[in-house]
């Protein structure tokens, strides 16, 4: 799976609690990315980060956030502000940026009751 | 904003018959890349197309490029159960290098 995990598999959370997805990659990538997939639907972008200390909006920002303290690692939290959480997550990373292959971890699945 | 759009949606077939999903865009794009996604699974990366016009082959797999590189098409010859999943494409544009812009994806469903 290209060395890029994300934890839990399943998460449930109350709604209006704040929660965080893990995802952390071992392959020495500079890019990290975070998508939501929504049943029938494609990926959609919701942050990227290039290079450690910097990331850009995606196109689904809002209400969410995220933190690149360190290569590896790119946490994202889904805020009680994201007024329709329940979805499948995506992390996926790429050796520099977008030209390059994205290397998906195996999900997180974030059901909000 | 902008959108890269596949057809069909949904596509069953017998196992044995080809089948072809069709990505377009309305903007021009640097390459194509197209990724697979099993049941429950993740994406994978299958190939990735830069030049105009480009063809390439994966064993029963054909996709292109098209001519103005707005377009793109992955074609799958006799069809076998282990093709089943969806079928996603991801188009970077040409103005905007940052970030990938994925289809809709086609769902394939092969019948035994």
């Known amino acids: 799976d290209g060395g890029i995990t994300q934890s839990p598999k399943y998460l449930f959370r109350k709604e209006g609690q704040n929660v965080t997805l893990s995802c952390e990659q071992n392959?020495?990538?500079?890019?990290m990315y975070w998508y939501r997939q929504d049943p029938g639907q494609g990926l959609r972008l919701i942050y990227y980060?290039?290079?450690?200390?910097?990331?850009q909006k995606g196109d689904i920002a809002e209400g969410y956030s995220v933190s690149r303290e360190k290569k590896e690692s790119f946490p994202l939290t889904v805020t009680s502000a994201q007024k329709n959480p329940t979805a499948f997550y995506l992390c996926?990373?790429?050796?520099?940026?977008?030209?390059?292959?994205?290397?998906f971890g195996p999900g997180t699945r974030l059901t909000v009751l | 904003g902008q959108q890269v759009m596949q057809i069909p949606q949904y596509q069953h077939v017998q196992e044995g018959e080809d089948f072809t999903t069709y990505c377009n865009s309305s903007?021009?794009?640097?390459?194509i890349q197209w990724y697979k996604q099993r049941p429950g699974g993740h994406p994978v990366f299958l190939i990735q197309l830069v030049k105009s016009g480009e063809v390439k082959k994966q064993k029963r797999l054909t996709f292109q490029f098209g001519e103005a590189k707005k377009n793109s098409s992955l074609h799958i010859t006799a069809t076998q159960t282990t093709d089943v999943g969806t079928y996603f494409c991801a188009g970077l544009l040409s103005y905007n290098t940052d970030k990938l812009i994925f289809g809709t994806g086609t769902r394939l469903q092969v019948f035994p």
């Open positions: 903007t021009t794009l640097s390459n």
């Open positions: 392959l020495n990538h500079d890019a």
């Open positions: 996926a990373s790429s050796i520099e940026g977008s030209t390059d292959t994205q290397y």
């Open positions: 980060s290039q290079i450690v200390n910097d990331f």
